[in-house]
C-alpha cells in the first residue's frame, strides 16, 4: 500500500510540467527552481539544487531536449531528493525517478525516440523501460511495470533497440549482456498492466 501512495505521487508529479513564463529561452535551473517551488511548496526557501546533465548522444537532435539528474540540496549539502528531468523548450518534465536506486541506467536515442532504463525502490529493487517522444508539440512519456530485483538496460542493436539484464555499473555502462527481448515486445507485455502516458 505504501508504494501505491508513493508510485501515484509521482505519477502526479510525471504529468505535470512546470512551464518558464512561455520564455523559450529559460535556463534549466530557472525551470527547475520554477518547477520545484509549484510541485514541492514545503520545501524551504534556501533549499539548493544541483544539476548534472546526462550525454545523451541523439537527444538534442532528435528530440530538442537535454537529460538531467536535479538534487534538492539540504544545510548539509547533502542531496534528500532526487528527480530525473527533461528541458524542452523552456519547461522541465520529470520522467523517473531514483529513490532508493540507481536512477537513469541507460538511454538510447532511435528514430525520433529516448529509450532509457531506471531503477528505483527502497527494500525492493525495481528497474523500469521507458520511452520519450514527442505528439502534438509536448513530450509522451511511456513508463514499463517495474521489474522486481533486476536492472535492465537498453542499447541500439540492429534496426531496433533491445534491453538487457546485467550488472549496473555507471550511466550506460552494466556488466553482462543476457538479451531480454526486443523492445517492442516488452512494451506491449507490461504497458498492457500498467497503460502509457
Known amino acids: 500500500m505504501r508504494y501505491a501512495m508513493l508510485g501515484l505521487l509521482f505519477l502526479g508529479f510525471l504529468n505535470a510540467p512546470a512551464h518558464s513564463s512561455g520564455s523559450e ?21 534556501q533549499t539548493r539544487f544541483h544539476l548534472d546533465r546526462y550525454e545523451i548522444p541523439g537527444l538534442e537532435e532528435k528530440l530538442s531536449s537535454t537529460a538531467y539528474l536535479a538534487s534538492f540540496l539540504g544545510p548539509n549539502g547533502r542531496p534528500f531528493n532526487e ?15 531514483v529513490f532508493g536506486g540507481w536512477g537513469l541506467m541507460s538511454a538510447a536515442v532511435h528514430g525520433n525516440c529516448l529509450y532509457y532504463t531506471y531503477s528505483w525502490g527502497s527494500g525492493i529493487h525495481r528497474s523500469h523501460i521507458g520511452r520519450v517522444s514527442i505528439g502534438q508539440g509536448k513530450l509522451r512519456i511511456l513508463d514499463s511495470i517495474g521489474y522486481q530485483n533486476a536492472n535492465i538496460f537498453v542499447k541500439v542493436s540492429g534496426q531496433g533497440v533491445s534491453a538487457y539484464q546485467g550488472e549496473f555499473t555507471s550511466f550506460n555502462q552494466w556488466r553482462g549482456d543476457l538479451l531480454l527481448k526486443d523492445i517492442d515486445r516488452l512494451y506491449s507485455d507490461s504497458l498492457a498492466c500498467r497503460g502509457g502516458r
Open 25 to 45: 529561452s529559460a535556463s534549466v535551473e530557472t525551470a527547475f527552481q520554477l518547477y520545484a517551488s509549484v510541485h514541492f511548496p514545503e520545501l524551504a526557501p
Open 83 to 97: 528527480l530525473l528531468l527533461l528541458f524542452r523548450k523552456g519547461e522541465v518534465t520529470p520522467f523517473g525517478t
